[in-house]
T-cell receptor, first 113, second 112 residues
């Protein structure tokens, strides 16, 4: 089955700790995206990558970091510099020729205690 | 910059009622427009799309028409079901920005 997987579904961390969220896709998509979802605010773009070994900041990149060493994988690290990390994080991917049609993973709910 | 405005929810309807969720946009380029749906505890799924003025996107009984003159892309369904309960997001994409811009989402609750 082709698709996007995110793990874990729920994640708890103590304040001040870095945490890495996993995102893997087997759709052979070039482009991958990370969004943050908060109640009443819709989705906001954190980072995106259109090709391996390259990525760009989105609208709310501060306190986050990413890497794109493989086409299939786009992990997101939430650092201790992120002031309000508790949120629902969604990963998406798209083909380079149809970047507007994004396929989303099931999401990871991060709670910082 | 680009932006999308959706009607606030929650929208509560009885089964078989008519649904309209309003969506308007501002964009610097000539956008493609989308509706995504998010069922409880899941990621988003593309519901329908329209890429040019007067196009009508449709899927699963839902429809939306790209209205350039009113910069709108309202979502409609003639008869909703309990299984349609979800959060609906309007979004736009322009080649200039090469990214999707989402509205804040509208929660729909359908009751028996």
């Amino acid at each position: 089955d082709g698709g996007i997987t995110q793990s874990p579904k729920y994640l708890f961390r103590k304040e001040g700790q870095n945490v890495t969220l996993s995102c893997e896709q087997n759709l052979n998509h070039d482009a991958m995206y990370w969004y943050r979802q908060d109640p009443g605010q819709g989705l906001r773009l954190i980072y995106y990558s259109q090709i391996v070994n390259d990525f760009q900041k989105g609208d709310i990149a501060e306190g986050y970091s990413v890497s794109r060493e493989k086409k299939e994988s786009f992990p997101l690290t939430v650092t201790s510099a992120q002031k309000n990390p508790t949120a629902f994080y969604l990963c998406a991917s798209a083909s380079s020729t149809r970047a507007h049609e994004q396929f989303f993973g099931p999401g990871t709910r991060l709670t910082v205690l | 910059g680009d932006s999308v405005t959706q009607m606030e929810g929650p929208v509560t309807l009885s089964e078989e009622a008519f649904l309209t969720i309003n969506c308007t946009y501002t964009a610097t380029g000539y956008p493609s427009l989308f509706w995504y749906v998010q069922y409880p505890g899941e990621g988003l799924q593309l519901l329908l799309k329209a890429t040019k003025a007067d196009d009508k996107g449709s899927n699963k009984g839902f429809e939306a028409t790209y209205r350039k003159e009113t910069t709108s892309f309202h979502l409609e369904k003639g008869s909703v079901q309990v299984s349609d309960s979800a959060v609906y997001f309007c979004a736009l994409f322009t080649g200039t920005a090469s990214k999707l811009t989402f509205g804040t989402g509208t929660r729909l609750q359908v009751t028996l």
